[in-house]
């Protein structure tokens, strides 16, 4: 069944390129999302992935409390494509036309591929772009709330674990040290953390050194033994296979998608090992967007709403063994119930 509300597909007139805006759900209020610049081997696989990541949206609003409804935005670039300054302004200047003919019911982010500067652009064609630069107005890098709402995730399901949020002297892994990864393991070496770290990028070696961190290559991260492994790069980290060798008691991490598909959160369970849905744990990027930027609130109330994650997570987690369900399927019906 088509489960979209909405989906404008249309050439840029200045750019000649496909926009695209899937607009998954309004019900608990007006949709946000980001505006994914990707490259895709056709327009319709760019379709593809903003139906499946705009219901994800819809997902992870609705399981944060937020009152905001999912969308996203694809602008599927051509395979090898280089968009040089003017192409990329005309783009953006085309997607703000696309965004404010949707008169509100789409607010629009950064996402892959995006920047602030692109959302400046943006707004000069439309008053419902968000996540500007901070000299334009807008609120920041998300991804400090995004760490915030992850490491509070952590602890909230090491407590459900072994009794005690305290990180100390327990094994944790992060993969990917990006924005949020970067931030994350900064976090959990404070909380005493024995920490093993790993990135694509040997650059990020130096920040595993000032955390007296262990370096491992990515491809041995996931089966390194650890209490907790921290998914913190790109999605589809766990596959059928990788979670038969996994060697760790709890997972949970920022990263997006990490399942391959559904049934790994069934693989994981029948192991033992405890999956924090990744929508559940990588809110605190839209919290960001929607509390400071859309609603005009306060660093301290979104800053708890980060925090919160962690409640919301323990609370699943008893929900999820009442009901007899994995912590993914009782976070799919929790989000649902809200919405329907
Ligand atoms: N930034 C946010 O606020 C936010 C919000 C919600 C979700 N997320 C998700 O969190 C994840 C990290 O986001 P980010 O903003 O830190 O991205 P980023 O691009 O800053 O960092 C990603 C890091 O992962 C590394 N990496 C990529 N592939 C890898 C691999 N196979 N093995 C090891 N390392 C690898 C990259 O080199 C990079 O350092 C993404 O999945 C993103 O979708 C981020």
Redesign the pocket.
């Known amino acids: 069944m088509f489960a979209h509300e909405h989906v404008t597909l249309r050439t840029g007139e200045r750019s000649g390129l496909p926009i695209i805006v899937a607009i998954h759900s309004t019900a608990l209020g007006d949709a946000v999302g980001g505006c994914r610049l990707w490259s895709y081997p056709g327009w319709r696989d760019g379709l593809a992935d903003a139906l499946r990541l705009s219901e994800a949206m819809t997902l992870k609003c609705a399981a944060a409390g937020l009152d905001f409804g999912g969308a996203k935005a694809v602008i599927p670039l051509p395979p090898d494509t280089v968009l040089g300054r003017r192409r990329r302004e005309a783009v953006f200047l085309d997607f703000g036309d696309a965004v404010q003919s949707l008169g509100g019911r789409y607010r629009a982010g950064e996402d892959?591929g995006t920047t602030a500067e692109d959302l400046w652009v943006a707004r000069q064609r439309t008053q419902w772009a968000y996540c500007l630069p901070e000299g334009h107005g807008g609120s920041g890098e998300?991804?400090e709330?995004?760490a915030v709402g992850a490491f509070a995730s952590i602890e909230a399901t090491w407590r459900h674990v072994a009794g005690t949020a305290s990180l100390a002297r327990r094994r944790v892994t992060v993969?990917?040290?990006?924005?949020?990864?970067?931030r994350l393991a900064r976090r959990l070496a404070d909380a005493g953390a024995e920490l093993t770290v790993?990135?694509?990028?040997p650059g990020?070696r130096l920040l595993a050194e000032e955390l007296g961190a262990k370096w491992v290559e990515?491809e041995a991260?996931p089966t390194v033994p650890a209490d907790v492994l921290v998914p913190?790069?790109?999605?589809g980290l766990l596959s059928r296979d990788v979670a038969t060798r996994l060697n760790c008691t709890a997972i949970a991490g920022?990263?997006?998608?990490q399942l391959q598909d559904d049934s790994v959160a069934e693989v994981l369970a029948a192991r033992e090992i405890l999956w924090a849905p990744d929508f559940v744990v990588?809110?605190?990027?839209?919290i960001?967007g929607t509390i400071l930027d859309i609603r005009g609130g306060t660093w301290t109330e979104a800053h708890s709403a980060a925090r919160a994650i962690g409640t919301r997570l323990t609370e699943l987690y008893r929900l999820a063994e009442a009901t007899g369900r994995t912590p993914y399927a009782a976070a799919l019906a929790a989000a649902r119930q809200r919405i329907h």
Do not use: E, K, M
């Not at 790993?198 to 990028?201: H, L």
């Not at 913190?232 to 999605?235: I, T, W």
């Not at 920022?254 to 998608?257: G, M, V």
């Open positions: 892959v998300p991804s709330l995004t993969i990917g040290l990006g924005q949020v990864g970067g790993t990135d694509i990028d990020r990515p991260a913190a790069a790109l999605g920022p990263a997006n998608n990588n809110a605190g990027g839209v960001h």
